[in-house]
């Protein structure tokens, strides 16, 4: 079975810093990757995702993430964050299936603070 | 608008009761989930159903039951056999193609056993 480990459950950070948070996986097959994010007193939605091809992808709200495959790695990067980006942050993988019929593995989460 | 939708919001129960918590999709997918979110623990599956009238275990199914008759509802039961039932219950859905399923998500119900 797929894990998902996601390397800091608190980040604090003030507003204008960059933001990278870790995330690698376990499966070694051919994988699809998520980011998804959950701002306070909302539900979870996706930020970005990792099919095939270019394996640096862009979300939304200016985020990107990298996808390394040497490194069984999904880092999720903003350049400059916002107050507004206050939220937890979670990382998932596919099911073993393909398809995600059996759902998404997810880690953690990162809960990501920003001080004005 | 198309969308998940859970009820109740909040939910108090005693112990020993059973209840059922409410998910209803109108995005026509195919697949609907159900997650568990503790603090510290991320998300974790419960059970999972593909097409209508059958559903899978997760992870964490035991204490769980969940019934999939429409396409459109997936209910779930959280029994007094679960142990450690006060947590908060996500719904998701997914329309299944080649490639990822990209998952949605409902608002959530938290449960609360007193």
């Known amino acids: 079975a797929q894990s998902v480990s996601q390397h800091n459950h608190h980040v604090i950070l003030s507003e204008a810093a960059s933001l990278e948070l870790g995330c690698n996986y376990s499966y070694g097959g051919t994988v699809n990757l998520f980011w998804y994010v959950q701002y306070p007193g909302q539900h979870l939605q996706l930020l970005l995702k990792y099919f095939s091809g270019d394996p640096l992808v862009k979300g939304i709200k200016g985020f990107e993430a990298e996808f390394i495959k040497s490194k069984f790695s999904f880092n999720l990067r903003k350049p400059s964050v916002q107050w507004s980006d206050t939220a937890e942050y979670f990382c998932a993988v596919e099911g073993e299936s393909g398809g995600g019929a059996d759902g998404l593995t997810f880690g953690k989460g990162t809960h990501l603070i920003i001080q004005p | 608008d198309g969308g998940i939708t859970q009820s109740p919001k909040y939910l108090f129960r005693k112990e020993g009761q059973n209840v059922t918590l409410s998910c209803e999709q109108n995005l026509n997918h195919d697949a609907m989930y159900w997650y568990r979110q503790d603090p510290g623990q991320g998300l974790r599956l419960i059970y999972y159903?593909?097409?209508?009238?059958?559903?899978q275990k997760g992870d964490i199914a035991e204490g769980y039951s969940v019934s999939r008759e429409k396409k459109e509802s997936f209910p779930l039961t959280v029994t007094s056999a679960q142990k450690n039932p006060t947590a908060f219950y996500l719904c998701?859905?997914?329309?299944?193609?080649?490639?990822?399923?990209?998952?949605?998500f409902g608002e959530g119900s938290r449960l609360t056993v007193l």
């Open positions: 159903s593909q097409i209508v009238n059958d559903f």
């Open positions: 998701a859905s997914s329309i299944l193609v080649d490639g990822a399923g990209e998952l949605f």
